[in-house]
């Protein structure tokens, strides 16, 4: 009994370790950075080998990448992170920002597929959150990467400004890799909502569980920047 302890108390204490911490984060960042890269390329219709060529690598380096155990001394270069964006033709932003994530940007562009011309900065916030609250309840978890806070007009997550960079004024054809499974779900949440109108939208999410257990109301200010919980619904 005692060495179990003993090993429990030193495994404890190396998953709280700064390094385990720094190299847990690192090993995520390359996975998403991956989802990224191997979205993109389905999107273009790129081979590794023809991605490789357009960046300037070889294809181990692109095959490395995408499975997320691309690991040299100094990481992902600046220099390949821009030869990639170009590639890929896509922002840089998309491979680089840890804000941005494959999946969600996949639900962007479905929602875009949904709704009539580009969506207002309401339709932007509020319809992932509709989108999650759904798919908390169906799935047990959230398609997008959001972290929700009620805040002046309703549910919001500040990342979304990165995705909006991406999608403003711009159609993105792509490929619905990592969200396929779930438009059974995200099509439910979307069918009884004004999606083409994001003032309705803001004054619906103020209905929804997560903003009633906060109290918060559209003219008031109760709850303001408290981060919402997407399980009480």
Request: aromatic residues 12%.
């Amino acid at each position: 009994m005692t060495t179990k302890s003993s090993l429990s108390d030193k495994l404890k204490g190396l998953t709280k370790s700064k390094d385990f911490i720094k190299k847990s984060d690192h090993y995520k960042r390359m996975i998403i950075l991956g989802e990224k890269i191997y979205g993109r390329r389905k999107d273009l219709g790129l081979s590794q080998s023809e991605l490789a060529k357009k960046t300037g690598v070889t294809q181990r380096i692109i095959s490395e990448l995408e499975n997320g155990v691309y690991a040299p001394a100094y990481g992902v270069s600046e220099v390949l992170y821009n030869r990639l964006a170009q590639a890929l033709k896509i922002d840089r932003d998309y491979l680089f920002s840890d804000k941005i994530d494959r999946r969600t940007f996949e639900l962007y562009a479905y929602l875009y597929q949904q709704v009539k011309g580009d969506l207002d900065i309401m339709q932007f916030m509020k319809l992932p959150y509709f989108v999650d609250l759904a798919a908390v309840k169906d799935l047990g978890f959230q398609i997008s990467n959001f972290s929700y806070v009620r805040w002046d007009y309703g549910p919001f997550d500040k990342n979304i400004y990165a995705y909006r960079t991406l999608f403003e004024g711009k159609k993105q054809d792509i490929k619905l890799l990592y969200i396929v499974d779930f438009l059974e779900s995200i099509d439910r949440a979307l069918k009884p909502l004004p999606i083409d109108d994001g003032e309705r939208l803001k004054k619906l999410s103020y209905k929804t569980a997560p903003m009633k257990k906060l109290n918060a109301t559209v003219s008031g200010k109760k709850g303001r920047g408290e981060k919402l919980d997407m399980n009480c619904a």
